[in-house]
């Protein structure tokens, strides 16, 4: 395609100016836009061999443990997932190496052409799905993993047929997109199941697996769930690992996990299902016993520093599953949490858990504009010993002071603010 003339020279630029695309409000076609894109741009999707992964929680996770597994039998696996904690260019991926700046300008500045020239309003997630599509369509990747952005039915990914669908659980997170029950936020994720094309879910919910379970069946679509047809069995955890037996349809097999927490035995073993599901890959296991103890992700009950953990926990069911593994991991201990969030998610259920469960609180906020501010997160929470604090990096300084060998930090919530923790926390231990 040709470029009409360069845009832009960094990241930086191409970022701000994808994050002031808004695309309008409700649409009365909601892929129509998508397709507008993809068809400037010949179709690149129906070019790429892909998983689909949807799920309220643990798609990322998912992802990884599927990139580690294919890495592992010599595939070339791309992976699109969000959203980023430093840049980017993190949500594309080949083998694990991140799209080069130079190629990622190129193709935004391809597509501002087209949306001139189209006079199409997209968001930034529909052009980071279009660059994603065009990327691997270009480097003839063998497989991509392609992570759903909210929901699954009208989400920008939601615009080809994939080898093997997968739903990793299923909870009360964007409820005024995807609906209000149980029922009408499954039926929204289970949009990404396809006639004849096998789905694998490790969702826990009766009433969830059961509306997955007839979507599949009316489509025709091979149907593997966690717990019916693969199994992973726990038999040891500690605060660095967790070992258990995966068990397949005509596969056993002892793994050990880096990451921790029983939802990852979940994620895990759904990610091994998904993987042995596709055709014309020879997986050994060998593959997917060193694909599970190397697989890690950023922001996912990640150790950064001793007893210094961060985590992405931005609804109810990611703070329970956190608090489960803080409690299976590294049991009494006095937990010290920071949390910030953004103002449209509902924190009340996650305060609470916390509160459950901590020797102290501390609220803070970020500098965005969808961010709650750190005293209304605060007025949420019944604790004792809470606290606003409005500098959080000079509050994490002097806890590390003062810390003991019986204290542990949680800095969890927003992702954004995940991604504002991380590399200053990594900092304290140089």
Not at 116 to 132: G, S, V
Not at 151 to 179: E, K, Y
Not at 181 to 198: M, N, Q, S
Not at 322 to 331: A, C, K, N, R, S
Request: charged share 20%; net charge negative; proline share 3%.
């Amino acid at each position: 395609m040709n470029n009409l003339g360069q845009r832009f020279t960094t990241v930086a630029e191409c970022e701000a100016y994808l994050f002031r695309l808004r695309g309008g409000e409700k649409r009365r076609e909601p892929l129509a836009v998508m397709h507008t894109l993809l068809a400037a741009f010949y179709n690149p999707q129906q070019r790429v061999p892909f998983i689909h992964v949807a799920g309220t929680n643990g798609k990322g996770s998912t992802v990884n443990f599927m990139r580690e597994l294919l890495q592992q039998a010599h595939v070339r696996v791309g992976a699109f997932t969000s959203p980023h904690l430093q840049r980017m260019n993190e949500r594309m991926t080949i083998n694990g190496i991140e799209i080069a700046d130079e190629r990622l300008i190129t193709y935004v500045n391809e597509l501002i052409d087209v949306i001139e020239q189209q006079n199409i309003t997209p968001n930034f997630f529909e052009c980071m799905t279009l660059i994603a599509w065009r990327y691997f369509a270009d480097e003839q990747v063998d497989v991509a993993l392609i992570e759903v952005g909210i929901g699954g039915r009208i989400d920008s990914t939601n615009v080809a047929t994939p080898l093997v669908s997968v739903i990793t659980s299923i909870g009360f997170d964007h409820v005024d997109l995807l609906g209000h029950t149980l029922d009408d936020i499954t039926r929204e994720k289970a949009g990404v199941i396809k006639a004849g094309v096998p789905v694998v879910t490790a969702v826990t919910q009766k009433e969830a697996r059961d509306v997955i379970h007839d979507v599949a069946n009316a489509l025709s679509a091979p149907y593997y769930a966690f717990d019916e047809h693969f199994t992973f069995t726990c038999t040891h955890a500690d605060a660095t690992k967790q070992q258990g037996v995966f068990e397949g349809i005509s596969l056993r097999i002892l793994l050990t996990l880096t990451m921790l927490g029983e939802h990852q035995q979940r994620n895990a073993a759904a990610a091994i299902q998904a993987v042995l599901l596709l055709p014309n890959i020879a997986v050994t296991a060998a593959h997917i016993e060193a694909a599970m103890t190397q697989a890690m992700w950023a922001g996912r009950f990640e150790q950064v520093l001793p007893r210094v953990f961060i985590d992405g926990a931005h609804n109810e069911q990611g703070t329970a599953a956190l608090i489960q593994t803080l409690q299976q991991t590294l049991p009494q201990k006095r937990y010290h949490f920071f949390y910030a969030a953004m103002h449209d998610k509902d924190h009340a259920q996650s305060i609470a858990q916390m509160d459950a469960v901590a020797t102290t609180m501390t609220f803070t906020t970020i500098p965005l504009p969808r961010a709650a501010t750190a005293e209304a997160l605060a007025a949420e929470s019944t604790h004792a010993q809470k606290r606003i604090t409005t500098d959080w990096q000079q509050a994490i300084t002097q806890y590390m002071r003062t810390r003991t060998a019986e204290d542990v930090l949680i800095v969890t919530g927003s992702l954004y603010f995940i991604s504002e923790a991380r590399p200053f926390i990594q900092t304290l231990g140089e």
